[in-house]
């Protein structure tokens, strides 16, 4: 099933091979003067889901929304408009969670339950149950009724109701029973700065949900709350992880030193660019 979806993903996963289908569609309606729609057979429900496609990609939507589904990691995972649609340099958040939560059992911490907020289509909460031995439990929320919704399909798809709650709230509002409970928090918050918002190619802005990605003036509101908000939930040694966009390293340094609750602040790398910060709770 994995090789078949990677197979029709791969169609309309390149900029130059949506240009082409594009270009073969006009061509296509200056011969025939018709659109596909108009020219398919309506009594075919696959040449009616062909002409839709086209139709989608000639309004610039991303393929994962029209495929309803997103690759992460290897795996895929259903998404919609609703969510954020999975990057690749994500996947460095989880692959750091993993080595934290590693030390931190070698070193003989019981290590219990991780919450993770902005969870969108659940690619990270899952892909953390995946690969996260032992009783962990992961606590994931959104803002997003929707997105939550969508969280729970990729639960149930990869049977890790077990390991994963998820919970519909505003950063840690659904978790005030777990205050100085907690092993780590992870996020993936929004970090665009509103300014620049307009500057992402037109199939981001104009399809994915903003409050996903418009981290305020700075690009720097939802950062301000996440860390203020986690010495509350973390215990003593806990660890707080979460992205970053590129050059936003030295201000986030600067925040966590001036909360004073941090210490063993660190940023790790994806391919090169600093993409993921850390902090453990004194």
Known sequence: MKSEERRE???????EGKKKLLKALQYYDAIAGRTPRETLSVEDPQALAVANVIEQLGRGVPHPY?????????????????TLIPRDETSLLVETACEFLEQKK??????????????????????LAMRC?????????????AAVEVARRN????????????YCGDLYEPFRDHQG??????????????????????????????????????????????????????KKEGVLLFEIGEGQEKLIDRLLTKNGAYKEIGFFRYRGKVRVASAIKK
């Open 66 to 82: 029209i495929l309803g589904r997103a690759l992460f990691m290897g795996n895929p995972f259903y998404c919609t408009k609703d």
């Open 106 to 127: 070698k070193r003989g911490a019981d290590v219990q339950t991780l919450i993770e907020i902005g969870t969108g289509c659940g690619n990270i909460a899952v892909s």
């Open 181 to 234: 409970a907690v092993d780590m928090v992870v996020c993936n918050p929004p970090y665009i700065p509103t300014t620049s918002l307009k500057r992402l190619a037109r199939e981001i802005i104009d399809h994915e949900p903003v409050v996903a990605l418009d981290g305020g003036p700075y690009g720097l509101d939802i950062f301000r709350r996440l860390l203020s908000g986690a010495p509350a939930y973390l």
């Open 155 to 166: 639960v149930r798809r990869y049977e890790v109701e077990g390991k994963v709650s998820l």
């Open 9 to 15: 993903q791969s169609v309309f996963a390149t900029a």
């Open 133 to 145: 031995g032992g009783g962990v439990q992961i606590l994931a929320s959104d803002i997003s009724a």
